[in-house]
């Protein structure tokens, strides 16, 4: 989960930085803005409002998302604000019995306060909630009115936000980011094995991994992982099992769900892979398994540094993985090193993610992370609605598109990296995964304690693959440890309580404070 996070922010700098510098020399976005004075008299501010920022990140903020709008709209200027600044908490003692803020509490704050916020940029975990607190302006009478083409956007990403909205738009996001089946065509055509296709479901998919595993030791090739990155198996249960929606507790907290039919298949099905050795293990796929040197091209002796020495999938030892579009700027690199280094580069293409027949159409990881939202209380709303007109202009998602890191919403300008050809609306042809419940994330809020209860399943998980325990003999532990953990919880909210955890394979301690499986 924090890798996910830290890539994210990467991804943005990176895709903010080449976004802006473009911006700099082009004035075709002009023709998305209304004209506007420069005259003294008619400055105005618009405050633009996030979820977390400090002094730091300030400059970031800004130019990923407002210096372009100031640019060309010389009379507007532009205050940052958030709900959270850490700021205000740089120089505390940590105190890990002390309470922290509530994000959506604070956000609430910031819209309904003295001095609001004009436009909200928000995450899909907060928005349907908002909503139901009657926090934003609906935007469909606005885009109705103002004649504004949405026609052109990805429908997952529209209909995903409509699902927060009982039907109906509050938010508009330029970017979103997405995720694909990558498989290796030469390892499937060697092994005879027809070709992976669009909405396979994950039995099918399993059985075409089994059928492309063999070999041992470093000459292995896997036939599926599920994150580029391999860790701990629970969490690849996790992320696996997201669109079923599995639930580990009640919704008190009081009474652990996982003894049930769901949770053994899902278990079951995990734990063959590793026993089979289908799925590489996080040894496998850093230095532990994989090759630190690449000898291949070199004189006899001499041994040459790989920079992709830990990716099996770029290494041809791995028929498929799970992972996200800003993986295709990866395989680009591999290819130019290569095509540099007299060496086969890897023949990839991509499918939707497998889906589960219990959830049809939902899948491939979709990520809505940049909202952008009017305040019902804005005092500004109408460059709260043109500053937002702007960022999901056709124009500027023109300048977006070069971003291999992102995606843009709008579909035609979605194009497969430029010398590249690979099927690109595998990454959001599925259905996000429904955001976890609001009210979830209050009780893991008010007891940070819960985040101990799936950390007890981390060895149990491993005594099932070390063939120790059976699946249904680990559930029912699980459980009965479990419910004890949750009484404690509930009578020492966020207080000190005996460390849970688990061993990964490969003997390395996993600690996953998140997860996509609901509590």
């Known amino acids: 989960m924090e890798r996910r996070e830290n890539r994210k922010r990467v991804v943005m700098k990176r895709t903010a930085a080449a976004a802006i510098s473009t911006l700099m020399i082009t004035s075709t976005l002009a023709a998305c803005t209304k004209g506007e004075s420069d005259s003294d008299a008619d400055r105005h501010v618009l405050r633009v409002g996030f979820m977390y920022s400090n002094s730091d990140n300030d400059p970031y903020l800004r130019q990923q998302f407002t210096d372009s709008y100031e640019l060309l709209h010389p009379n507007i200027d532009i205050e940052i604000v958030s709900a959270i600044n850490y700021d205000d908490q740089r120089f505390d003692q940590p105190d890990p019995n002390k309470p922290q803020p509530d994000p959506y509490e604070k956000m609430k704050e910031m819209l309904t306060g003295s001095n609001p916020a004009d436009v909200v940029i928000l995450e899909s975990a907060y928005l349907k909630r908002a909503v139901q607190d009657n926090l934003l302006k609906q935007l469909d009478p606005i885009i109705q009115e103002d004649e504004f083409d949405i026609d052109d956007f990805v429908p997952t990403v529209i209909n995903g936000i409509k699902d927060a909205g009982d039907g109906y738009l509050y938010a508009l996001t330029p970017t979103f980011s997405g995720s694909a089946l990558f498989y290796n065509k030469k390892l499937f055509n060697d092994a005879g094995v027809s070709l992976p296709s669009d909405n396979m479901q994950w039995p099918d998919v399993i059985a075409l991994a089994k059928r492309l595993a063999k070999g041992d ?128 580069a890897v023949d990839w293409d991509v499918v939707t993610v497998p889906q589960f027949q219990e959830a049809p159409g939902i899948g491939g990881n979709i990520y809505l992370s940049n909202l952008m939202a009017i305040n019902n209380k804005a005092q500004n709303p109408d460059d709260a609605w043109d500053f937002i007109r702007f960022n999901n202009s056709k124009e500027w998602a023109k300048l977006k598109s070069r971003s291999t890191y992102e995606m843009v919403s709008r579909k035609s300008f979605l194009k497969p990296k430029e010398g590249m050809s690979y ?97």
């Open 217 to 344: 030791g470093q000459d292995r090739k896997f036939g599926i992982a599920f994150n580029r990155w391999g860790g701990d198996p629970f969490y690849d249960s996790q992320s696996y099992a997201a669109p079923l929606q599995l639930k580990m507790f009640d919704n008190k907290a009081e009474k652990m769900t996982v003894d049930q039919p769901q949770w053994r298949k899902v278990w079951n099905d995990l734990a063959g892979l590793y026993k089979e050795k289908i799925v590489p293990t996080g040894q496998d796929l850093g230095g532990g398994g994989g090759r630190p040197l690449d000898v291949a091209g070199a004189s006899a002796g001499k041994e040459v540094y790989d920079p992709f020495q830990g990716d099996l999938f770029i290494n041809g030892r791995l028929a498929m993985t799970v992972a996200g579009y800003d993986y295709v700027n990866e395989l680009a690199k591999a290819k130019d090193y290569a095509a540099k280094n007299n060496k086969p």
């Open 423 to 519: 099927n690109i609306d595998a990454f959001y042809a599925l259905k996000p995964v429904p955001p976890q419940d609001v009210e979830l994330d209050k009780l893991y809020r008010d007891r940070p304690n819960l985040y101990q209860v799936q950390n007890l399943a981390q060895p149990l998980f491993q005594d099932i693959i070390q063939g120790k325990k059976s699946v249904e003999d680990a559930l029912k532990e699980w459980q009965t440890k479990g419910d004890a953990l949750l009484q404690k919880i509930k009578d020492n909210p966020s207080g000190p309580l005996d460390p849970v955890g688990g061993v990964g394979v490969g003997g390395d301690v996993y600690v996953n404070p998140g997860g996509a499986v609901k509590g």
